[in-house]
């Protein structure tokens, strides 16, 4: 049997049927025995699904062959044959929900205003030419920030993706709008429409990590600008780039440095936090019917 696979990619693109592209893509999933997360709108289709090798790559083929998602570039990464618990394919009125969807355009070419596209190279040219005038913007939510980001990255404290938009309305990032701005997420679906965002808002220097994060440690891993392990929508909820890599986040417990985050509600009420191996397990035996790290909470 292959080594299970997990793939992601986003497309950009009118559909003008997003309920019928959701059934198409239900029935593709369900008869390769594809589990994850699909979500479609009429700006486009955002996919993380997982399984063995061949029906993966099937899957994928046939999703090509839909014109508008011909050109889609998928993101690869091994997965365990047990990260998602079931196959979730939704529509919604945004791919990624920032909670303003008439303020964004999308056509042929994707959405309308955002940032300069960066390679990961291009990234370290532009650190290089411009040094600490460059700032970075994590686009992610809180948690996943805590246990990796980019050296000096500014990060907003936002729970939800819905966050961001207020956060930028509130005036708290203006003193970004004279600088270079990168912004940066995991996949790089966030900032597609988070740096258009910022730029219809007077950001006039924005660019965003083509690929984000994961296109980023597949060429630099953890030699480069890059600190920490990447936070992920899986079973996994996390991976390293590299055979060294550093321990970021802090326990919310303990304050021992990890890079494990668990779901389970604690005197906070949060869905996610980060939590050391030690502290889950305190945690699962004091509540043995409770799924702490078995079940994912989607932040965005």
Avoid at 103 to 118: H, I, Q, W
Avoid at 173 to 196: I, M, N
Avoid at 239 to 254: A, I, Q, Y
Avoid at 257 to 282: F, H, Q, S, W
Wanted: charge should be negative.
């Amino acid at each position: 049997m292959s080594t299970p696979k997990i793939v992601s990619f986003y497309v950009f693109a009118p559909l003008p049927d997003p309920e019928a592209i959701r059934l198409w893509q239900y029935a593709v999933c369900d008869a390769l025995g594809l589990r994850g997360r699909i979500i479609v709108s009429g700006h486009g289709i955002n996919v993380t699904v997982g399984g063995e090798l061949g029906p993966v790559k099937r899957y994928v083929t046939t999703t090509r062959s839909y014109p508008a998602f011909a050109k889609l570039t998928p993101t690869w990464s091994t997965g365990t044959g047990d990260d998602f618990p079931r196959l979730s394919v939704r529509t919604r009125a945004e791919v990624v929900t920032f909670g303003v969807p008439d303020e964004v355009t999308v056509d042929a070419d994707g959405v309308v205003g955002t940032g300069t596209r960066l390679s990961p190279r291009e990234l370290h040219e532009l650190v290089t030419e411009r040094g600490d005038d460059v700032v970075f913007l994590d686009g992610r939510n809180q948690v996943e920030a805590q246990i990796g980001h980019f050296a000096g990255a500014v990060t907003t404290g936002a729970a939800t993706t819905r966050d961001f938009v207020p956060i930028l309305d509130s005036g708290a990032l203006d003193h970004l709008k004279g600088r270079p701005v990168v912004t940066y997420c995991t996949g790089g679906v966030r900032c597609e429409v988070l740096s258009a965002l910022m730029r219809s808002r007077g950001f006039g220097e924005v660019y965003q990590l083509d690929g984000g994060i994961a296109a980023y440690g597949a060429e630099y891993g953890d030699d480069g600008l890059w600190s920490g392990s990447m936070y992920v929508f899986d079973k996994r909820m996390s991976v390293d780039f590299s055979d060294h890599t550093e321990l970021v986040g802090r326990c919310s417990e303990c304050g021992r440095a990890t890079n494990l985050v668990a779901n389970y509600p604690d005197e906070l009420g949060r869905e996610l936090a980060v939590i050391c191996d030690g502290c889950l397990k305190g945690l699962e035996r004091e509540h043995p019917d409770t799924p702490f790290a078995s079940a994912v909470s989607d932040p965005r």
